[in-house]
């Protein structure tokens, strides 16, 4: 379960003065639930999820972690959360067995239930032609893999994934639909911001969206259409952002 | 506690992948003592010989003036008098490497016990010319003494009535001192430098190039905290600046012990350099508080950095923060006193020049290392601070 409390981010920026990335923003995602964040360029997505991920403090407010402060509790926290997004590059001087058994280390896995947990993972979506191929001579989709391993690898409950699509091909981001598709199956909360609307339609349960850091609107996409009377989620989400004339 | 080493360990295995860090680390302090000094002994000697074996030519203007004085000059082995209409612009033109000009009737002065001056031109800007002048001037001094002997015993005195104290000056300076004279002068700066690129590269790659690279935020979602990261990272860097510290003082031992260093050898006589081993003791000691203080600084900076050129625009003026304070020991006359102890760099400079020369003051020693270690420890606090700076971190 994820539960953000009206959290506030301001930035200080030189040249454009203070800025709120992110304004008193509330939601909430359940364990089994697929929460999409939708928002233009700029509305605050990455700010917030990097909240919940622990890698921001707010400047107000709070989120829980299946009950836990991020603010109060960052360390914690993250050993519940696996963290993906376009900007979690992987170490290209390492192969994949080293990388996922460097990251078992730091969430404390012993190496025997890592090498377990990459063999799993290894079968499920064929990595098993490069484990031991340096990053660097990886095709786009074999990297996608690899981080899919790396944020899966802790078994968290709750998985956080900002714009994990962007900029990938039709093959690597079918691998990530399938990973968020999986994840829910398997009873995990997922929170994901994205920019393209079937995608959201497609996998989610429920919808935020947000413009200039603030929630437009919040909930499934009937109690969606039911508020703004308009059928197409392209629609509802141009209404929402205050650029439907 | 066991994340930082988990952490370091991954951060020491990626940098020595590349071959970037190998280079700096390794290859460039190992090789560079050994061919800066072979390169330029090698380089001096050939000089030498090549100047030495040459046989100069001189022109004598008004030679007629001595007849006597000619005959020495083309006696001389390695001279060869030429005909000259213009000796100075032959001089210019490298086609003479020295003139003597003999003034009228020389030698009826020199007869009636008067004296003649003579002018040698030459160009001290031309080693070959400075040889020419040296050998000319040997041969007129020689030549001057027969003619003070001569005239003392007509006087029937002896030639000491002119030397009543002959002075012959003994050098006490050890072999050490001597030998370690010239390598001293310019090899703290050497080792300061090295020592300080040792940690650039690693310390833009670990930071600014794992920005670029995306991998910041990976470890950063991770349930490492960020003084996990901060630690394991700075430990890094660290390790490869002293590697690179040890090798270069290594290498440099090495160099000198082997004698390849020659740089006083000048031709005729080999000097063996020898450097005493509690030198390289005392200069492995005092590299560890600067490969912390470089260390550190240099994460701080390339940590603020959101890209690798970024980083490096950043790091090249600071690099001549230590390179112009590092030069001091080229200085001549330029001694250690209390105040310049605790100046950054200079210290360590200045310290290690006379620790090369084997001469160790203990008082001294201490107060660089500890204000270096005091200025590193600053540093390395100021680099944790900026792994917990959202704003350096997610810079944009
Ligand atoms: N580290 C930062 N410093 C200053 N401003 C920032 C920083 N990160 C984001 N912003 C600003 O906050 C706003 C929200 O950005 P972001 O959360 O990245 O939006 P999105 O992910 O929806 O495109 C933007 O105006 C952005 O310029
Ligand atoms: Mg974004």
């Known amino acids: 379960m994820i539960r953000a409390e009206a959290i506030t981010k301001l930035f200080h920026d030189k040249k454009r003065g203070e800025i709120v990335a992110v304004n008193k923003l509330s939601f909430a995602c359940k364990s089994g639930m697929i929460l999409g964040v939708l928002g233009l360029n700029g509305a605050g997505k990455t700010t917030a999820l990097r909240i919940l991920a622990t890698l921001l403090k707010p400047s107000s407010g709070t989120a829980f972690i299946n009950n836990i402060d991020v603010v109060k509790y960052p360390d914690k926290a993250k050993a519940q959360i696996g963290f993906i997004s376009s900007d979690t590059g992987l170490y290209r001087r390492l192969t994949p067995r080293e990388i996922v058994g460097y990251f078992g280390e730091l969430y404390g896995i012993s190496r025997q239930e890592s090498a377990i947990r990459l063999k799993e993972y290894s079968e499920i979506l064929g990595m098993d032609d490069f484990l031991d191929t340096k990053v660097d001579k990886l095709s786009t989709g074999q990297k996608q893999k690899v981080s899919i391993t790396r944020t899966m690898l802790h078994n968290p409950p709750i998985l956080i994934m900002d714009e994990p699509t962007a900029g990938l091909d039709i093959v690597a981001s079918a691998h990530i639909v399938e990973l968020i598709r999986r994840a829910k199956s398997q009873n995990r909360a997922i929170i994901f911001s994205t920019h393209i609307m079937h995608e959201a339609q497609r996998l989610c349960d429920e919808i935020l969206i947000i413009h200039n850091g603030m929630a437009t609107r919040n909930g499934t996409i009937e109690k969606l259409r039911m508020e703004t009377g308009i059928e197409d989620l392209d629609q509802i989400f141009l209404d929402s952002v205050g650029d439907l004339d | ?396």
């Open chain 2, 1 to 396: 506690m066991s994340k930082v080493w988990t952490i370091y360990r991954k951060e020491l295995l990626d940098i020595l992948r590349d071959r970037r860090t190998i280079i700096s680390m390794v290859v460039i302090p190992i090789v560079l003592f050994p061919a800066m000094t072979i390169g330029f002994s090698a380089l001096v000697s050939m000089q030498l010989k090549k100047s030495q074996a040459e046989i100069q030519k001189i022109s004598v203007d008004g030679a007629e003036n001595f007849p006597e004085l000619l005959d020495r000059l083309e006696k001389a082995k390695e001279l060869e008098v030429a005909p000259s209409t213009d000796y100075r612009l032959a001089i210019t033109q490298k086609k003479l490497s020295a003139a003597i000009v003999i003034p009228d009737s020389a030698d009826l002065k020199i007869q009636s016990g008067d004296s003649a001056e003579i002018d040698v031109y030459f160009d001290a800007a031309e080693v070959k010319s400075e040889f020419a002048k040296d050998k000319v001037l040997k041969i007129l001094s020689e030549f001057a003494d027969s003619i003070i002997a001569k005239r003392l015993e007509t006087l029937g005195a002896k030639p000491e009535m002119l030397r009543p104290l002959p002075i012959k000056s003994h050098n006490i300076a050890s072999e050490e001192k001597m030998s370690g004279f010239v390598l001293a002068i310019f090899l703290p700066y050497m080792i300061i430098i090295l020592t300080m690129i040792g940690a650039t590269y690693p310390a833009i790659d670990l930071t600014a190039g794992e920005k670029e690279r995306g991998t910041l935020e990976t470890i950063l979602a991770s349930p490492a905290s960020r003084f996990d990261i901060a630690a394991g990272k700075f430990l890094t860097i660290f390790t490869a600046s002293i590697i690179t510290a040890l090798l270069s003082v290594t290498s440099l031992t090495a160099t000198i012990g082997l004698g390849i260093a020659s740089f006083a050898e000048m031709g005729q006589s080999p000097i063996a350099f020898r450097m005493q081993p509690l030198a390289f003791v005392v200069l492995v000691i005092l590299m560890i508080p600067v490969s912390c203080l470089f260390s550190s600084v240099l994460m701080t900076i390339s940590l603020f950095a959101k890209s690798y050129k970024e980083a490096q625009s950043y790091i090249t003026p600071a690099m001549f923060v230590v390179i112009l304070p590092a030069m001091v020991s080229f200085i001549p006359g330029v001694e250690l006193d209390f105040k310049l102890s605790i100046v950054p760099i200079v210290n360590v400079s200045l310290v290690a020049k006379e620790a090369l020369m084997g001469n160790f003051r203990w008082g001294y020693l201490v107060s660089v290392f500890l204000s270096t270690a005091l200025l590193a420890s600053i540093a390395v606090f100021v680099a944790k601070r900026q792994f917990e700076r959202e704003e350096v971190l997610f810079r944009i």
